[in-house]
């Protein structure tokens, strides 16, 4: 069954402590994407990667890391230094970061930050 | 610069009657647009694209979308509404010449059908 999965998919922390948000795909795809959806805002861009061991950032990438040691995983870092980490976070993965190609999202995670 | 609009926030439709959410862009060189649904909580997914080639582009659970390259539209649509088709609809478009490859992505319409 291939696909994109995202864990947690509820998460919950404390505000000063960064949490690791897990992306796994088993499509052979080059390119995968962090986005952050925020009610009225649509997807903002967080992070992409078009190839592994590679990364750069996108619209909203302050107080986020991520790596890409595996061409399968793609996990984002929510550090302390984001201001307002409560979000949906949404991960992506495309075939090869082109235009004519389309992006498979997986369920996405809720952060909650108290 | 390149950009989306989805003019209307909200579109409601009696089941069974056709269904159209508009989407409107501007892009440099040629336009890549693709048409994605989101379901309460859960993860986009995707409907349709315009590549090339024939204007009206036919896609998953029976929604299709027409390429209007005069009136930079990419309107989607469905003969006849199902209330399972309620979700958020999102457009999405991307160029291909020079700065302009990012992909940029509407603000959503949320459609309600109602039975």
């Known amino acids: 069954d291939g696909g994109i999965t995202q864990s947690p998919k509820y998460l919950f922390r404390k505000e000063g402590q960064n949490v690791t948000l897990s992306c796994e795909q088993n499509?052979?795809?080059?390119?995968m994407y962090w986005y952050r959806q925020d009610p009225g805002q649509g997807l903002r861009l967080i992070y992409y990667?078009?190839?592994?061991?590679?990364?750069q950032k996108g619209d909203i990438a302050e107080g986020y890391s991520v790596s890409r040691e595996k061409k399968e995983s793609f996990p984002l870092t929510v550090t302390s230094a984001q201001k307002n980490p409560t979000a949906f976070y949404l991960c992506?993965?495309?075939?090869?970061?082109?235009?004519?190609?389309?992006?498979?999202f997986g369920p996405g995670t809720r952060l909650t930050v108290t | 610069a390149q950009s989306v609009a989805q003019p209307e926030d909200q579109v409601n439709v009696a089941e069974g009657n056709p269904l159209t959410v508009k989407c409107t862009y501007s892009v440099s060189g040629n336009p890549y647009l693709f048409w994605y649904v989101q379901y309460p909580n859960r993860g986009l997914q995707f409907l349709l694209k315009?590549?090339?080639?024939d204007n009206l582009v036919k896609g998953s659970y029976g929604f299709e979308a027409e390429f209007n390259k005069s009136q930079t539209s990419f309107h989607l649509k469905k003969p006849s509404a199902l209330v399972s088709d309620s979700a958020l609809y999102f457009c999405?478009?991307?160029?291909?010449?020079?700065?302009?490859?990012?992909?940029?992505w509407g603000l959503g319409t949320s459609l309600a059908v109602n039975p």
């Open positions: 499509l052979n795809h080059d390119a």
């Open positions: 999405a478009v991307r160029g291909n010449a020079g700065n302009n490859r990012k992909l940029i």
């Open positions: 992506a993965s495309s075939l090869r970061d082109r235009e004519y190609y389309e992006q498979y």
């Open positions: 315009y590549i090339t080639g």
């Open positions: 990667s078009q190839i592994v061991n590679d990364f």
